[in-house]
């Protein structure tokens, strides 16, 4: 067991360990020499996942889930086990000793991969959604020093799974979850009413997406470190708020598309649709639209829609068959609140007043489902990136 001369390391003293002996993370082919001994040592990631998830002071006293992540072994040609329909990972309750909790599967498990998977899982994240000017943006980039003030923004708690959720966007329920790794998802479930008054209704508009990366897991508290002489005389449940590391705030995923981007990817789901069934344009559809990262970097799934004109909508209960429209695949849109129907009407009195082109505007809103991201790249940017995160 990893031992700092007569005490358990504690969680500072692990990550630091941890990141000496991770050079082989975002590596796309693993070359060993480019790893240390340790790093390709089973026996100390199997022991530092012990201490850090299961068995040390601060995992006895967790605060956060409980489920605890095994990820398995690879083979060149793919996780180690015949059946084909195996997930490449299992999941535990948490439990005081960690070889119970594998139970037969210990062989299986690759533990460095767990460790980071459990890493990720284990942190705190938010998701800040944003309106922003095209122009400011333009600015900001071009001269750092200049703040930039969103048009309107939504900021939302998100958690990192090695699942993913895959939504219908006519039910507005979950339809079936499927692995994911080696990707992680944050995945919005309620994405319809958080981002209902998201709504890009000028040209110079931009779609912002930010992940940030919090607390938890991967920002262990120094002061641990310097208490460890007493841990023994310590409570094993820990106020984690007191022990917050500084800068426990990364940027995980910054990016932003202009209004025009979505409206070209948007018209071009509404041609599919329209020779299909034979209709005009329908500010009411909803489309599922994927971008992808600065870079090429992980990807953001969003469901865009036309804002409904209320003004031209007509008065009474609507009916799924049949619309003034001609489809009813705008039933999601119609649904909304009071609330929303006001913000719609806003957007278009926005568009009409901004509108410089022949072309007609459309306010769009867009509803962010997931981001997904590479767990290598999560786990760099926890361990080493050192950059300010970028705030809205």
Known sequence: MIRIGEETPSRFELLSMVKKHSNLLGKTTVDE????????????????????????????????????????????HGFHDNDEGLAPYFVRRWAPELDKLTGESLSE????????????????????????????????????????S???????????????????LDSKKEVETTPAYPDI???????DSTFDAVVLSDTDHCYCVLLNALDGAAFPSEKDTNDSSSSNK????????????????????????????VRDAY?????????????????????????????????????????????????GPFSPVTSKRGFGLGSIVRKAAAVASVAAKHAYAAAAATSTSDEEMIPLKCCLMSITLPWEHIAYDLLFKGSPPVNL
């Open 150 to 168: 969103p048009i309107y923004k939504v900021v939302k708690t998100v958690y990192a799974s090695p699942s993913r959720v895959n939504f219908h």
């Open 267 to 315: 018209d071009a789901g509404s041609s599919r649709f329209g020779s299909l069934l034979s209709v005009g344009h329908s500010s009411g559809k909803t489309d599922r639209l994927y971008m992808k990262g600065p870079g090429g970097r992980g990807e953001v799934e969003v469901a865009v829609s036309g804002v409904v004109d209320q003004s031209k909508e007509e008065s």
């Open 234 to 261: 310590l409570p094993l449940r820990i106020d984690t708020n007191s022990l917050k590391s500084k800068n426990s705030k990364l940027t995980l995923f910054s990016g932003f598309v202009s209004y025009q981007m």
């Open 185 to 191: 998802c944050f995945a919005i479930d309620d994405f």
């Open 109 to 148: 498990v690759d533990w460095r991969r767990s460790f980071y998977l459990n890493m990720i899982a284990h942190t705190s994240y938010s998701v800040t959604v944003a309106i922003c000017s095209h122009r400011a943006l333009i600015n900001h980039q071009a001269e750092q020093g200049t703040p930039l």
């Open 33 to 76: 020499q480019d790893a240390s001994d340790v790093e390709l040592d089973g026996q100390f990631w199997h022991d530092v996942f012990d201490l850090y998830f299961v068995g040390g002071k601060e995992s006895r006293g967790r605060q956060d889930d409980d489920l605890i992540f095994f990820v398995r072994k690879w083979r060149r």
